[in-house]
């Protein structure tokens, strides 16, 4: 009936504004969140498949909303995107992460490195400022090999001169590059060609079905052998059982990351990971 109709369009519209409401009021947090410093970096193990060691620590970002709890990045990272405040949290991101690295190089030797996520928006802006990054480490006393950024290939695909630029910047540093979600979204590979790379992290998607999906398995293998050639040293993310770490030894990839080693954990109980596998 037309009043059927109209309750359900009524409800439509309702159920779009209360969307929509929350989306406005998510974002005015965000804004209180950078201001009030709400965000916390968890870190999570990258291993050396072949040794068992532990080669560096992916740092993921938490945001400890107050009245939400904890809020995922896949939910609040494209609405920082969408504002423009990802550079700040960005910024945020890269001085915790560098200040941390400091501290667990101190403590327990070597060679180890955290990897930082650069959002394209972050990576495209002008505020992204290389040389004050590079300064602050200076400042901390920390090498630049004991970072890494992870970017995505659309990033690379239609670079322009400035992420170019700011590329090489990184790389001339020291700090390394890895090309995160390798495999999904994009099928041009002349990019690595183009620019110097250091490692291709196989995306979650390709680790899932590696048991029972030959094409997966064929696809990662594939990987392995290209990335190798290349250069590159290859990171399988979302391993999860004995049998896919089983495959991916088989097919020699080199690192891996996933639920089966450790899930991200906050900094001190990352600590204690670290302390128990020194
Ligand atoms: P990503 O960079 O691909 O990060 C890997 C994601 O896989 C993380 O989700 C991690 O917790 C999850 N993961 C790790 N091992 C496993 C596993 O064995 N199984 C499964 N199912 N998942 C696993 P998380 O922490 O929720 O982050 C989601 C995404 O948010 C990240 O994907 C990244 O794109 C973005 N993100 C996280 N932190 C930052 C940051 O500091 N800056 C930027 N720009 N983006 C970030
Ligand atoms: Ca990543
Ligand atoms: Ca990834
Ligand atoms: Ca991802």
């Not at 180890?112 to 990576?123: G, K, L, R, T």
Request: with cysteine; glycine share 6%.
């Amino acid at each position: 009936s037309k009043t059927a109709g109209r309750n359900r369009l009524s409800y439509f519209t309702r159920s779009l504004h209360d969307s929509a409401q929350r989306r406005l009021k998510l974002i005015n947090d965000l804004r209180v969140a950078v201001q009030h410093q709400q965000f916390e970096l968890y870190f999570q193990p990258v291993i050396n498949l072949a040794t068992r060691q532990i080669t560096k620590a992916e740092a993921l970002i938490r945001w400890n909303h107050p009245e939400r709890g904890m809020v995922s990045p896949a939910e609040f990272i494209p609405l920082a995107e969408e504002t423009g405040l990802i550079v700040e949290i960005g910024d945020w991101v890269f001085r915790e992460a560098a200040a941390k690295a400091k501290q667990w190089c101190d403590l327990f030797n070597t060679g180890f490195q955290i990897s930082v996520n650069i959002s394209p928006v972050q990576f495209q802006s002008d505020a992204l400022d290389i040389t004050e990054w590079l300064a602050y480490l200076k400042d901390l006393g920390v090498e630049e090999q004991h970072l890494s950024i992870e970017i995505t290939e659309g990033l690379l695909l239609n670079a322009s001169t400035d992420v170019t630029d700011k590329l090489l910047r990184f790389r001339d540093a020291g700090i390394q590059v890895a090309i995160d979600d390798f495999g999904v979204g994009y099928s041009a590979l002349s990019y690595l060609k183009r620019f110097d790379i250091d490692y291709l992290k196989i995306d979650q998607s390709f680790i899932r079905n590696l048991e029972t999906d030959q094409n997966d398995l064929a696809l990662s293998e594939a990987i392995v052998i290209m990335a190798h050639k290349l250069g590159l040293k290859v990171i399988a993310e979302g391993v999860e059982t004995e049998e896919q770490l089983r495959l991916l030894l088989e097919i020699g990839c080199d690192n891996g990351q996933g639920y089966l080693f450790s899930r991200p954990l906050p900094a001190a109980k990352f600590e204690d990971f670290l302390r128990k596998h020194d």
